[in-house]
């Protein structure tokens, strides 16, 4: 989905980009606005191009903005950005979007890089009351493992669907879900991914008793 | 040649045909005659383009095709509503329902098979995306419709987000509305949104069509529940767009509101949307909930539809209420095709 907003796009020199697994990549450039962990920014390579979305995966007092995307090798964009080096030039919004943290007890839900905007929530200092639950398809694919385990513990459940991975659920998020016999009522679902993965998990969850008024989505348009 | 997959004509501007019929060495002319031939005539296949030399026509047959085709299915409603089916690729289906009404008749079509916005209330989200519908493949659901002499209007309001797609729908009104093309007014059509600002201000930059804008609450906190665009497009933004532009006499903006029981049925709804829409030309669409599996959700009573809309009448915000049509035919939009869809 291609976005314009809010405003003008800014050009800004990029620090580094770094594949950290396959296909993924990190992008960082110098923060110049005030965010919301959980927001998202419109990235392009021109002034000219339609921009797309992406979340912000660093922290609100973080120096640089960081940025994780997977290389679509048919996308337009995604490519070009994975060959990008310190120097280059992108254009980029300020954040927006209101997919934005609680202070309270959540349950965070990511499938791939929808982990993102919950390593900005984690990393803007949002850890009392949470659990994150990340599907990936390969040991490689839990992007910031290493900061969540740290300090999640058990609350870090990471669900490995083509390997069987010693302290990972074998299977989907939504396989790991139906294995749990309960749900926190009282808590909020914070889901992130792609639509299927939103649609399936909210279903699952309201089949489980959680009530869609305590459920967030943020997909990947 | 046997086994070769061709282009499709249809769906093609002239300038596009035009281009062919060069890399062709075919004639100028010929190209407004093969646009004639896909938008103004019946035929199937391009033998039928009896105007064009023999040596052109072979030409074309070695890599193009016409590229129509008829529903796959249809179910018919006691009331009349018909919902057609037709095959996008493999165990792809879209769906277009047909809905006459006394003098009228609306086609209400599809411009995405499945669709990744995953509003809480739609079946068709169900499905997952699994593609765009070309504007050939659009128009098809228009130009192979049993009862297309009979349309007096089309909504895009069947499976998809339109402006997800936006593109391919500027294409397909652009042929519906072009003098070369169907020469519809632009002022039958009415393209339905969930708010994607970006692509609704150049549909309204781009075309002259009618808007409709999918609103089911008017609290940010209640719609973003009901629908995740509410994220990243919220809806003062949207109607912040709205109301910069200019809609003219004829064009129309109108809301498309599904009233849920005991979620956003109540006179604080009223009073907010009231406040929301406060001075704009526009109508609310009132539309009663077709229940989906498995969903949370449950349609207001007759009763709390009317009082509704008499509630927002009075507020002067003109409200109609949409007739639910087809209920017996699986009227809620995608459950047809997902039944297809996952049919063994």
């Not at chain 1, 296909?23 to 965010?35: D, H, I, M, S, T």
Request: charged share 25%; glycine share 8%; aromatic share 10%.
């Amino acid at each position: 989905m291609q976005n314009k907003l809010p405003g003008d796009l800014k050009r800004v020199r990029v620090e580094s980009v770094r594949e950290i697994a396959e296909n993924a990549y990190v992008l960082e450039y110098k923060r110049f606005f005030e965010f919301e962990a959980g927001q998202i920014i419109s990235i392009s390579l021109s002034a000219e191009e339609p921009p797309r979305m992406y979340s912000i995966a660093s922290g609100e007092k973080d120096e640089n903005i960081q940025v994780l995307f997977n290389v679509v090798s048919e996308g337009k964009l995604t490519p070009a950005l994975s060959g990008l080096k310190k120097g280059d030039f992108i254009w980029t919004s300020p954040g927006f979007g209101k997919f934005t943290g609680t202070s309270g007890k959540a349950c965070w839900i990511a499938q791939g890089t929808g982990i993102a905007p919950f390593a900005s929530m984690f990393r803007s200092g949002q850890r009392v009351g949470k659990t994150l639950i990340h599907g990936g398809r390969y040991p490689d694919s839990f992007y910031y493992a290493d900061e969540f385990e740290l300090v999640l513990k058990e609350n870090y459940i990471r669900c490995c669907s083509r390997e069987i991975v010693p302290g990972t659920f074998h299977g989907r998020v939504t396989d790991y879900l139906n294995s749990l016999d309960s749900l926190s009522a009282d808590s909020l679902y914070y889901l992130c991914g792609s639509s299927e993965m939103v649609v399936e998990t909210r279903d699952l969850l309201i089949k489980k008793g959680v009530s869609f008024t305590r459920i967030v989505g943020e997909i990947y348009f | 040649m046997d086994g070769l997959i061709k282009e499709k004509l249809f769906g093609r501007t002239p300038e596009e045909v035009a281009e062919i019929c060069r890399s062709l060495e075919m004639p100028k002319y010929a190209a407004g005659q093969i646009v004639d031939w896909l938008y103004k005539k019946n035929i199937l296949s391009i033998d039928g383009m009896t105007n064009l030399a023999g040596k052109y026509r072979e030409a074309l047959k070695e890599n193009y095709e016409i590229g129509l085709y008829p529903p796959s299915k249809v179910e018919e409603s006691v009331d009349g509503t018909k919902k057609y089916l037709y095959q996008s690729g493999i165990k792809k289906f879209v769906e277009a329902a047909y809905i006459p009404d006394g003098e009228r008749a609306t086609l209400c079509v599809s411009s995405q098979v499945g669709c990744k916005m995953g509003c809480l209330f739609c079946m068709t989200g169900k499905q997952g995306f699994q593609g765009n519908l070309t504007a050939g493949e659009i128009l098809n659901q228009i130009h192979s419709l049993p009862e297309r002499e009979k349309l007096t209007s089309v909504v895009y309001m069947g499976m998809g987000e339109p402006f997800d797609n936006l593109e391919n729908v500027l294409r397909s009104i652009e042929i519906l509305t072009a003098e070369w093309g169907y020469g519809w007014s632009p002022r039958r059509i009415t393209v339905s949104t969930i708010g994607i600002i970006p692509a609704m201000q150049a549909f309204l930059e781009r075309s002259e069509a009618n808007l409709a804008v999918s609103l089911h609450s008017p609290f940010e906190e209640e719609r973003r529940m009901l629908m995740p665009v509410e994220q990243v497009y919220p809806l003062p933004e949207v109607l912040k767009t709205i109301r910069t532009w200019d809609f003219g006499r004829q064009r129309r903006i109108s809301f498309e509101y599904i009233l849920f029981k005991n979620l956003n049925d109540t006179p604080r709804h009223v009073k907010e949307l009231a406040r929301l829409l406060n001075g704009l030309r526009c109508r609310i669409n009132l539309i009663r909930f077709h229940p989906i599996p498995d969903t949370p959700l449950e349609g207001s009573d007759d009763q709390a539809v009317q009082a509704f809309k008499d509630a927002l009448n009075k507020k002067d915000i003109l409200t109609t209420v949409r007739a639910s049509r087809g209920e017996d035919i699986w009227a809620a939009c995608g459950l047809l095709s997902t039944k297809e869809m996952t049919k063994k």
